[in-house]
C-alpha cells in the first residue's frame, strides 16, 4: 500500500515493525486496576500481575518493566478499546515510544473463542490479548493529535443525544401524554410571559413565601 493510501490511523510499516517485536504484552483494563501478562515469541509465559490504574500504578508498572533484562522497544503492547479507562495507560505507552495497538473487543473475543478459551476473568483476559498480538500481529495504533481527541469527545457526545432522542421519540409513541407534552410546555411558557398572568401569580408566591417563613 502506497504511503498516500495508507490508513492515518496507523502507524506506518516503515515507521514501526511489529515484524521484529521479540515480546507481547496483553493488558486488561478495568476501571481500578489493570491485569497484564507478558509472552515471548515462542509462547512462553514470562511474567503476569495487575497494578492499579491510576498514575502511580502505570509509573510503578513502567518501572518494573525496565527493571527486566529486555528492551522495551521488543515489546508489543496490546489492549482492548475500553474508552476512558485505558487513556492513561496508552498515553504513557506512547509517550515512552513504545508500539501499542488498541484492539476491537469482538477481535479478541472471536478469537478467544477460535482457541477454546471460554472461561474469562480480568488475568486470563491479558493473556488472551497477549495470544492475539503474538499470532495475529495487529497494527500498531498511532496517538491522536489534540484535535482528533477533541473531535472524538464531540462524536461521542452526539452519538449520546442522537441515541437519548431516539429513546424519548419511542417513548412518546407509547405514551399520549407525551406527544401533549411540548404544546402543554409552550402554552405555560406563553402564559408566564402575559402580564395578566404575572399580576394573578404573584399573590400567590407571597402568600407560599410566607408561609415558608413561618414554618419551623
Not at 496517538?143 to 452519538?159: G, T, Y
Request: with cysteine; charged share 25%.
Amino acid at each position: 500500500m502506497s504511503e498516500r493510501y495508507a490508513p492515518k490511523r496507523f502507524i506506518k510499516p516503515n515507521q514501526l515493525s511489529l515484524m521484529k517485536k521479540r515480546y507481547f504484552m496483553g493488558t486488561d483494563v478495568a476501571k481500578a486496576t489493570f491485569d497484564f501478562c507478558l509472552f515471548s515469541s515462542n509462547g512462553s509465559r514470562l511474567w503476569k500481575g495487575h497494578f492499579s490504574n491510576n498514575s502511580t500504578g502505570i509509573e510503578e508498572y513502567l518501572s518494573q518493566l525496565q527493571a527486566r533484562p529486555l528492551k522495551l522497544k521488543q515489546i508489543h503492547f496490546g489492549l482492548e478499546a475500553t474508552g476512558v479507562y485505558g487513556k492513561a495507560l496508552v498515553g504513557a505507552l506512547h509517550q515512552a515510544g513504545l508500539a501499542v495497538s488498541v484492539l476491537n473487543p469482538a477481535q479478541v473475543r472471536f478469537f478467544a473463542l477460535s482457541v477454546l478459551r471460554r472461561t474469562k476473568n480480568d488475568s486470563l483476559d491479558a493473556e488472551i490479548i497477549a495470544r492475539f498480538c503474538l499470532e495475529r500481529k495487529p497494527p500498531a495504533t498511532r496517538p491522536l493529535r489534540s484535535i482528533e481527541e477533541q473531535l472524538k469527545v464531540l462524536v461521542h457526545e452526539r452519538d449520546s443525544r442522537v441515541a437519548e432522542q431516539g429513546r424519548e421519540r419511542n417513548r412518546a409513541k407509547q405514551d399520549p401524554f407525551q406527544l401533549e407534552l411540548p404544546k402543554l410546555v409552550s402554552r405555560q411558557c406563553l402564559l408566564a410571559q402575559s402580564p395578566l398572568y404575572a399580576r394573578r401569580s404573584r399573590p400567590a408566591l407571597v402568600r407560599s413565601s410566607q408561609a415558608l417563613g413561618r414554618s419551623p
